[in-house]
């Protein structure tokens, strides 16, 4: 069972080598990413079984033992991110690889593509599964240096500057990170997360203080988290739509995740933390706002990214079982819903030639499916009942209704964010969806690598985008068991001790 | 808990803030080499944390007390590998955008310019100092124009406009 753990490291990284081999066989390379992210699906699903039923899975790699040697931990929030991150990478994977067949033909391998992709669902699960502070840097770089690559393809003049930002930014923050790990072995004398847990405890306060500080900069600047926000909305809108899609559902919330195990495990605090609760009632609102601002489809959903980053962060302030589990339900949700609105709009983009809101509209006589594949993850972002954006929003409100005065008053700051966002979709719907129909424009640059404009579209490029609204309905349907589980896992990550048990022995 | 001489500290800040320094320029070489100069702070930092220098390596025969912590290097060698293929990267890009726009500099953004026009209709630019959070708390500015290549940029910087 403990060497199932490995798979979903071992199993796109061997995917992505076989994709170098076999770049000149263009179906063969996108079997191999298909296979391998199913395959890492159904251990991740394996995994979530068994960890809500015996416990967290360890392997200790190379057979040394816990605080000497690297462990990977599939606890019920690993597994379950895990397991929801793939299925998100899978229908990305789907989508990419039909934009590419309809653009260039089916028979145009990729060099860098494939093998990246693979490389970026690496870090992403090693994020999620290492036990070890150095092992979760060296996950975050996989994953950014893989994505610094796919935000950077073919580049022109006007995406430089956006690619330039965001690698620098993620570069700094790094940096960051490698400092804060310096710190924390220099005054601990360990990097293992679970034997960090009680030598950190056992530090001056004011030390302790300040290397948490350090990590919710460092994982901050990851996660997006105002005002250490500005480089998303800068850089994500101009990739190209699968890409966002993947880096907007899963790269901040892996910043999130390493927030929330960081903080929780290694830091865990008595009761909620101002300093959390104010950055969260920042968070959702500057986003919000921000979102309301803006005219270009692309950078409104980037703007709407940030401001739900809030919501998980408020979950994480709150510092109970019971907000520990609205964030991971919140985050399950999220990760969801966000890929599939940014490739919702990619279709949009595709269709109408333009990102400008101003310049579409009656877009749902003309293309109904469109209509609907939008509205549905829409609304769920709002956090309309019964959709799981409801679900998790409640579980989140709970949490903040239960606790302090403090929490309370930002519990309304999550309801206001929310109608700010209904409105902020809203508005979306009646420029582009309703009104007068107006005229696809045509491609300004034909050479590039979006192709827009276009009502050639092929219809794999629908299904994926409708297989993740599904995914994000049956998250609604399977209300009761998820938030059961994440209940569950909300409780260990309080209660600590099956973490550590499962690690130290 | 490991304790750092003072010669050692002072070396750390000056690497930090030459390195925080030179990233807030807008050359992107001087960038890059703010990222280096900051890698090598963290590297170094990194190395103090597994205790004084000059102490033996994990080879031949002492006694365990006189070792020095191998831990921290193997971090630091990790780290080197990854800042020394990222700042590689980084070269390449830095070419890619001096390629594409005929400078290294850090182009405007637009979208902060566009606003900052929609807010001073002459286009006085010079005074611009504002962040870019700015722009999320202005609902106004949607319905500020939405062609890129109309925007006078103004500044030292009207050269970003320049495609290829």
């Not at chain 1, 991110?81 to 067949?101: G, H, K, M, N, P």
């Not at chain 1, 993850?377 to 409801?390: K, N, R, Y």
């Amino acid at each position: 069972m403990s060497t199932l753990v490995t798979l979903p490291v071992l199993l796109p990284i061997l995917g992505a080598a076989l994709s170098v081999i076999f770049v000149r066989q263009a179906t063969l390379q996108r079997l191999i990413g298909i296979v391998v992210l199913v395959a890492v699906c159904v251990v991740a699903a394996v995994l979530l079984v068994a960890a809500d039923r015996t416990g967290p899975v360890v392997v200790e790699l190379g057979g040394w033992p816990a605080p000497v040697g690297i462990v990977l931990v599939a606890d019920r929030l690993s597994a379950l991110l895990l397991l929801i991150s793939t299925v998100v990478t899978l229908a990305v994977l789907v989508y990419a690889i039909d934009q590419r067949i309809s653009d260039y033909g089916r028979d145009t391998a990729s060099t860098t593509f494939h093998p990246i992709f693979l490389l970026l669902s690496t870090g992403v699960s090693l994020a999620y599964l290492t036990g070890d502070l150095f092992s979760l840097f060296v996950a975050f770089e996989i994953m950014l240096a893989a994505s610094y690559v796919l935000i950077t393809r073919r580049t022109n003049a006007e995406r430089i500057r956006s690619g330039m930002t965001y690698v620098i930014i993620s570069l700094t923050s790094s940096l960051l990170f490698l400092t804060t790990i310096a710190l924390v072995y220099a005054s601990t004398g360990t990097v293992n997360l679970a034997d960090l847990a009680g030598r950190v405890a056992a530090l001056p306060p004011g030390l302790r203080t300040l290397l948490s500080m350090l990590t919710i900069v460092t994982f901050g600047i990851k996660a997006a988290m105002v005002p250490l926000h500005f480089w998303l909305p800068d850089s994500y809108p101009n990739a190209p739509a699968p890409v966002t899609a993947l880096f907007a559902g899963l790269l901040t919330k892996v910043g999130i995740y390493a927030l929330l195990r960081t903080q929780t495990l290694i830091f865990p605090g008595d009761g909620p933390s101002a300093v959390l609760l104010v950055l969260a009632v920042l968070t959702m609102v500057v986003g919000a706002l921000g979102a309301l601002a803006q005219n270009d489809l692309n950078r409104l959903l980037s703007f709407l990214l940030v401001s739900h980053i809030g919501f998980m962060l408020f979950g994480l302030a709150v510092d109970d079982a019971r907000g520990a589990a609205g964030t991971a339900l919140y985050i399950v949700h999220h990760i969801t819903v966000q890929a599939t609105l940014f490739l919702v709009s990619g279709l949009i983009t595709r269709r109408t030639g333009t990102v400008s809101i101003d310049q579409m509209g009656g877009l749902a006589r003309r293309s109904p499916v469109l209509a609907v594949l939008f509205a549905v993850p829409a609304l769920t972002l709002a956090g309309i009942p019964p959709t799981s954006g409801f679900v998790a929003k409640l579980a989140l409100l709970q949490a903040g209704a239960a606790g302090t005065v403090g929490t309370v008053v930002v519990a309304g700051f999550v309801v206001l964010a929310s109608l700010l966002t209904l409105w902020a979709v809203v508005r979306v719907w009646i420029r582009v969806f309703w009104g007068a129909d107006k005229e696809p424009l045509p491609d300004d640059d034909p050479h590039d690598e979006l192709v827009i404009g276009t009502s050639k579209t092929s219809a794999p490029m629908y299904v994926a985008s409708a297989a993740l609204v599904a995914v994000s309905i049956a998250i609604a349907a399977a209300a009761g068991p998820l938030s059961a589980v994440t209940e569950r896992a909300g409780a260990d990550l309080i209660a600590r001790v099956p973490y550590l048990e499962a690690v130290l022995g | 808990m490991t304790t750092i001489n003072i010669g050692m500290a002072v070396v750390l800040a000056v690497l930090y803030s030459v390195g925080f320094y030179l990233l807030m320029q807008r050359s992107l070489m001087r960038i890059l080499i703010g990222i280096v100069v900051l890698g090598h702070g963290a590297n170094l930092l990194l190395q103090l944390a597994g205790g004084p220098p000059a102490r033996a390596p994990v080879l031949g025969t002492a006694p365990p007390a006189e070792f020095a912590d191998p831990l921290p290097q193997a971090l630091a060698l990790t780290a080197i590998v990854i800042t020394f293929a990222l700042t590689t990267y980084l070269l390449a890009l830095g070419y890619r955008s001096w390629v594409l726009t005929g400078h290294d500099e850090v182009q405007d953004d637009l979208e902060d310019r566009r606003i900052a026009l929609s807010e001073r209709p002459d286009g006085a630019m010079e005074e611009d100092t504002e962040g870019a959070d700015e722009d999320t708390e202005d609902p106004g500015s949607a319905a500020a124009s939405n062609e890129p290549a109309e925007i006078a940029t103004g500044g030292p910087d009207a050269s970003s406009e320049v495609s290829r």
